[in-house]
């Protein structure tokens, strides 16, 4: 036994040694990606901040069975590597979860690091829960701390999602559960928000990462079409290359040219949204052209130089070039890119660059600090980001939005595509797409959004509904009689907007309320009757209002009246259901453990374990929703509603994004067993080439060969070509996927895939 324990002890000797060895040649690489980037040397703060956050998490281990200090080491490598911030930044990521997961405080770093390496840990502190929590109030609480702590100092957020995305990469120790709503979160929050930033290739991998998680079957086909078609590519792109080469030599062009091959969410995202099959995915690699700038000639002008030596070679397409050189985007993305016809007779993407543009376009905000520290007299290039900033601060500024409003309301203004709009004077304003006239008009000032009567666009009158696009020249109307109306909320889409509208509504309101609170007091006064809390209440159950307010409201409003006899309703007993609710809100009775239908409420579910979706409990203990039209096959998730049973999506479905970053502690992970007495709704679409007898051959396959329902059939045929959409009754994505192929091999049907409502 003596020494049985001895080996053991031995065996974790060795165990605590190895792992040191791993942490030691850790944190040798950052301090060797350090010392070779540009910031000044302070190594001793780098020492002092590993030393504390190793002994701080000494003896715990992440779930992979790893010590727990390599992810923070791993954190402050993606900071130094692929953000190029410098030593308080990494600092900060190397005691980032200190606080969180041990005894030390705030004020303990600050002692020990100073007031603004404090200042950042507090802040990925505050905002290290997860940014979706369990109740709506605290998903709202969560995003504002995070948004509040990054106007502050934008730093925190780049810690932040080097955070997720190491995270991310090391996701596949996590339950099934976990995996879902970390992905979706990611994607709907921190992906785009990479993006916003600047990010473009940690935007890339945390998509790519969520993806794989979300689609495993879909990330490994497209990843092994991308592997199998690298040759071709390598092929196509030499032969485009080389004359383009010899072209830019010839000219003196100091440059680096290499192509860029498509993500696969990316490519998968592309596929979805025009309904097309990765072989027609024709922009699957773009070329990128890096030039070193000469000094005496403008950066612009040499973009457009060589923009001129490839369309000597190669044919552009006109609809395909875009110019972020004059007009670069929200994010600080500089950069000419056109498409071409390629020698082979593939359309390529050329994207144009000068290597600080590069940098700026890799690395974002925190490559245009590092130009102006390197160039303090050079004039500051993030007024974009000081921008976005006074947005976040006019989103902070909204009176009490709804959670999940508040939710969407950053989605849409903060993570959304931009437009250029044009004053009459010829300012150009930037604003997120999709925004209206009357967004454009307290973009100007707020008073001229508050007493807006119209616009005229490109000097033709529209309503303030009107949506904007890019280009557009913008004169707005006001008149001072005008003011503020409830349904203005309803097309508006900028925060600055939708608040002071908020805002002004608001204010009416509460005078309102006031003049309907003395009207009632005078009637009361009239009456002879004392004006108590009581009183009030009664008025508020005999016109059925949940609230004193709206009782004051609705009196200002004329929306009732008050009768002579006020006595009567004081008298009269109170039966209305709203004021019974009031007095018992948490009732509970019998029916608490019945459904709708009368009948049980599903059993518990445990939302740590795979549940397994049998065909005998099929409409009984779990749900398909008709928005994604799931199937047996395919990738899904559960949701727990509100009544225990399971509504069944796919990973691909929009609402399941949605519950994914809102409803994360519902989640289950779902896998389908065999299915052969239920049939489930699948919709085709399908194109090609029209003949005499198609229709004919595609309805005999369905019928004959598969022996499918078809429940509707719409085609149409225009200038020989046809389009249809086929909805049909299978058991599973299997015998979907046969009726696919084998409708793919119709002489002239060219495409067949699959759609959801």
């Known amino acids: 036994m003596i020494e049985e324990n001895a080996d053991n002890m031995s065996a974790d000797n060795d165990r605590m040694v190895t792992d040191d060895e791993q942490v030691q040649q850790a944190y040798e690489q950052l301090l060797d990606s350090y010392a070779h980037s540009n910031h000044r040397r302070k190594f001793d703060v780098l020492n002092k901040a590993f030393k504390f956050a190793d002994q701080a998490h000494r003896g715990v281990k992440r779930r992979s069975g790893e010590p727990y200090i390599l992810h923070p080491l791993a954190v402050a490598q993606i900071v130094i590597d692929e953000m190029g911030l410098g030593s308080t930044s990494i600092a900060a990521a190397l005691l980032h979860d200190v606080v969180e997961d041990t005894d030390y405080t705030v ?168 309904n097309i099959g990765f072989e027609d995915v024709y922009d699957i690699f773009a070329a990128r052209i890096i030039f070193e700038p000469r000094s005496d000639t403008d950066v612009k002008k040499q973009c457009w130089d060589i923009y001129s030596a490839v369309t000597d070679l190669y044919k552009p397409r006109p609809d395909r070039i875009r110019d972020w050189l004059s007009h670069p985007k929200e994010n600080g993305y500089q950069a000419l890119h056109i498409t071409v016809m390629g020698p082979d007779g593939f359309w390529i993407e050329i994207q144009i660059r000068s290597d600080k543009m590069d940098n700026i376009a890799e690395k974002g905000y ?89 616009a005229k666009v490109n000097h033709t009158l529209v309503p303030l509904s009107h949506r904007l696009e890019s280009g557009d020249q913008v004169e707005i109307l006001t008149s001072r009689s005008h003011y503020p109306k409830e349904e203005w909320t309803s097309f508006v889409t900028t925060a600055k907007a939708k608040t002071r509208i908020e805002l002004f509504l608001r204010k009416q309101q509460r005078n309102k309320m006031k003049e309907g609170e003395k009207m009632l007091t005078i009637a009361l006064n009239k009456a002879g009757i004392e004006v ?88 009984k203990n779990f ?51 065999g299915y052969q007495k239920f049939s489930f709704q699948s919709t085709l679409q399908l194109t090609g080439l029209d003949r005499i007898g198609m229709l004919n051959d595609i309805t005999r396959t369905l019928t004959y060969e598969f022996s499918t329902n078809v429940r509707k059939f719409h085609i149409e045929s225009t200038g020989g070509l046809f389009e249809g959409r086929i909805e049909v009754d299978v058991h599973s994505a299997d015998d979907l996927n046969k009726i696919i192929n084998r409708l793919q091999k119709i002489k002239g049907v060219k495409s067949v895939v699959r759609v959801t409502n």
């Open 107 to 274: 004020e303990d770093i600050r002692n020990l690091f100073g007031d603004k390496i404090a200042q950042l840990v507090d802040g990925l502190t505050k905002i290290s829960g997860g940014i979706f929590a369990e109740a709506a109030s605290a998903q709202a609480e969560n995003m504002r701390r995070l948004l509040l702590t990054m106007s502050n100092d934008i730093r925190v957020i780049l810690i932040k999602i080097a955070d997720r995305l190491h995270n991310m990469r090391t996701l596949g120790a996590m339950l099934p559960a976990k995996q879902y709503k970390i992905a979706g979160e990611t994607t709907y929050l921190y992906a785009p928000m990479a993006h916003r930033l600047g990010l473009f290739a940690i935007k890339t991998e945390l998509e790519d990462l969520s993806f794989k998680y979300e689609h495993p079957e879909a990330y490994k086909q497209i990843e092994q079409k991308l592997m199998a078609t690298a040759d071709d590519r390598d092929r196509i792109y030499a032969r485009f290359a080389h004359p383009l080469e010899l072209k830019l030599n010839e000219l003196g062009v100091q440059y680096k040219m290499h192509s860029r091959t498509k993500s696969v969410y990316s490519i998968w995202h592309k596929m979805q949204a025009k």
């Open 366 to 454: 925190a490559a245009h600090w590092k130009y102006k520290e390197e160039n303090p007299d050079e004039p500051a290039e993030t007024n974009e980001l000081d921008h976005w900033l006074a947005r976040i601060q006019d989103i902070l500024e909204a009176p009490s939005p709804n959670a999940m409003d508040f939710l969407d309301t950053i989605k849409l203004n903060l993570y959304g595509s931009e437009i250029f709009v044009f004053t009459p004077h010829g300012d150009m304003r930037t604003m997120p797409q999709n925004a209206t006239a009357l967004d454009f008009a307290y973009e100007i000032h707020t008073d001229v959004g508050d007493h807006c009567i119209g």
């Open 532 to 619: 108590t809390p009581q009183v009030s209440d009664k008025f508020c159950a005999y016109y059925v209002f949940p609230k004193k307010e709206n009782l004051y409201y609705a009196l200002a409003e004329k929306q009732i009246e008050l009768p002579e006899n006020l006595q009567k309703i004081l008298k009269e007993k109170t039966k209305n259901s709203i004021m019974r609710y009031v007095k018992n809100p948490f009732h509970t009775n019998k029916t608490d453990k019945i459904d709708k239908k009368g009948a049980p409420k599903a059993p518990p579910i445990d939302k740590d374990q795979t549940y397994l979706l049998k065909e005998e409990d099929f409409q």
């Open 623 to 673: 749900l398909t929703q008709s928005c994604c039209q799931p199937i047996p096959g395919d990738d899904v998730f559960g949701f727990i509603r509100d009544d225990g049973l399971l509504e069944i999506h796919k990973h691909s479905c929009l609402p399941a994004l949605t519950f994914k970053t809102r409803f994360g502690d519902r989640i289950v992970s779902c896998e389908w067993a």
